[in-house]
Each structure stands twice: as C-alpha cells, then as structure tokens.
C-alpha cells in the first residue's frame, strides 16, 4: 500500500445475482483529503460505501484501511477502527433527541462494561460528563444548539441530515464516508452543509469520501474525484481533469 493511502481500493467486484453493482473497482484516498465519487443513479456509489463500511462483502478485491484488511473485519469492528458513515437514507433513533442520538454514537468509545460501571461509578460519572463536553461540542459546530432536545422523527429534512453528520462526527472518525449529505436540501441548506464538511476536513483533519450529484458543489469542495458507471470505474483525477474527460462527460456530466 502506497504511503500516504489512508484507504486502498483494489480490484473490488461485487455482484447480486446478474447484476454487477461493482466490477474491478480500485482507487485510493490519501491521507486528509475530500475523495468524491460520482456517477448516474445505479453506478454503484452506495455499493462501493456499503463495502468499507462492512455493510457489503465484495466477492472479489480488498480495501484496506491503514494496516487492515477491511474485507476480513466484522461490519461492527469497522467503526472501531476510525470508520464513520452517514447513510442515503438518514438513519437515526427517531424517537429520541438530538443530544441522545450522538450520546448513543458516543458510547459506542465508552470503555467501561456495564459491571465496571457499577463498581466504579465515579469513574464512569467523569466519563460521561467528558463524552457529553463532546458531544455539546459537535452540537455547537454544527449549529444545532436549538434542536438539542427535540425528538429527531420530527424534525424538518435538512436537520436531521445535519444531526446525522453529528451522530457520525460523535465517532470521532479518521475516516468519513457521507452517501449525499446534500441531497433534498434547498440552496441555503446545501451551503451550510458544504462549509461543514470543509470545516471537519481543514480544522479536523478527518479523511472524506463523499458521494454527491450535485457537480458544482462536488466540483468546488473535493481534490479528486472517482466516476463510476454500471459498477465500472471511467474516470479518476482532479476535478479539472474531470470536468473535461470526455467519457465522464458522455457517461454523466452530460446530463447533470
Ligand atoms: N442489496 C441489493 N440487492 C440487489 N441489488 C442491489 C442491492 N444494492 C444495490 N443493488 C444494485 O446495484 C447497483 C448499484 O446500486 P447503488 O445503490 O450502489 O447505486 P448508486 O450509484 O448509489 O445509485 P444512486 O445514485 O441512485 O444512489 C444497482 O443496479 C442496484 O439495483
Ligand atoms: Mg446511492
């Protein structure tokens, strides 16, 4: 693996049934770089997340994560090792406020076992209070002070895309995956969002994979970016070098 790889993609297939979701996929993430992937709906975006992330297990290739081979770890494991994502889909506890969904992320890093906790309970007291600083800290970030008791099933769309970002965030991550953080936002909301991510990127320099169809805001915020097609890679560079190769325009841009 190349030094300054953070993540290594290398010859990745998967497929469902007849269907080639990925075929001989490969691609690197340097170490504190935003790595986008793009491509038509169907192109294998998701997939290709859903396999770092333990959730897809490719029938052929590796990923590798720092010395792991990610292909060969259990699903639960990945997010202890530095791994966090944010779902196409939202996926957070609905019925409960924005503090205790990321307080639930957080305690994923709790190292106390239950009967530890009771033993020591001092000890465990301290360190809730250090994951709530945490906690109120992303919260703070992300602007989202105002919503910190409401019950997330209700919140409005854009919201809950964000407290999602903070439920990831929670996980203190070397690694980010985010499956189209803007998608459904109105304009204002997107350009909180991009100034987010560009803020966990610079100030906290967290690695990001970032899926999105928006190509002005992919285009402004990523340092490279991966095209996908029918589960094949077509394109791989600068987003300059993107923007002009000719089967990434055929393929999708024409259309975007
Ligand atoms: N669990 C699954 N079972 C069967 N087929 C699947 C499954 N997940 C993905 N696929 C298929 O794999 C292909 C790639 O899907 P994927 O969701 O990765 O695309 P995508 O690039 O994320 O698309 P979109 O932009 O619409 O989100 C599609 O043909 C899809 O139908
Ligand atoms: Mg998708």
């Not at 998967?14 to 690197?28: E, K, M, Q």
């Not at 992320?105 to 809730?128: C, F, N, P, V």
Request: net charge negative; aromatic share 6%.
């Amino acid at each position: 693996m190349s030094h300054e790889h953070i993540l290594d993609v290398r010859n990745v297939s998967l497929s469902f049934g007849g269907t080639n979701a990925l075929l001989d996929v490969s691609f690197g993430v340097r170490r504190g770089e935003i790595r986008a992937i793009i491509g038509p709906n169907g192109a294998g975006k998701t997939s290709m997340l859903n396999c770092i992330s333990g959730f897809y297990r490719p029938q052929k290739g590796e990923i590798q994560f720092k010395e792991t081979s990610l292909v060969q770890t259990p699903p639960h494991k990945i997010a202890g090792l530095g791994i966090a994502r944010t779902f196409q889909n939202i996926a957070l506890y609905t019925g409960l406020s924005t503090l205790n969904n990321l307080m639930a992320a957080r305690h994923i890093h709790m190292k106390q076992t239950a009967l530890d906790s009771a033993i020591y309970w001092g000890r465990a007291q301290k360190e809730e209070v250090q994951h709530r600083e945490f906690v109120e800290e992303i919260i703070d970030f992300l602007e989202i002070a105002h919503i910190r008791k409401a019950t997330v099933g209700a919140l409005p769309y854009g919201l809950r895309k964000r407290v999602e970002l903070g439920r990831a965030l929670a996980l203190e991550p070397e690694l980010l995956l985010l499956d189209e953080p803007m998608a459904g936002m109105n304009v204002e909301e997107k350009e909180d969002m991009a100034r987010f991510i560009l803020d966990i990127y610079e100030r906290r320099g967290v690695t990001i994979v970032l899926i999105e169809h928006d190509m002005g805001l992919v285009m402004d915020i990523s340092d490279r970016v991966v095209v996908l097609d029918f589960g094949r890679k077509i394109g791989d560079g600068t987003p300059d070098e993107i923007k002009n190769d000719e089967r990434v325009i055929q393929a999708y841009l024409g259309q975007a």
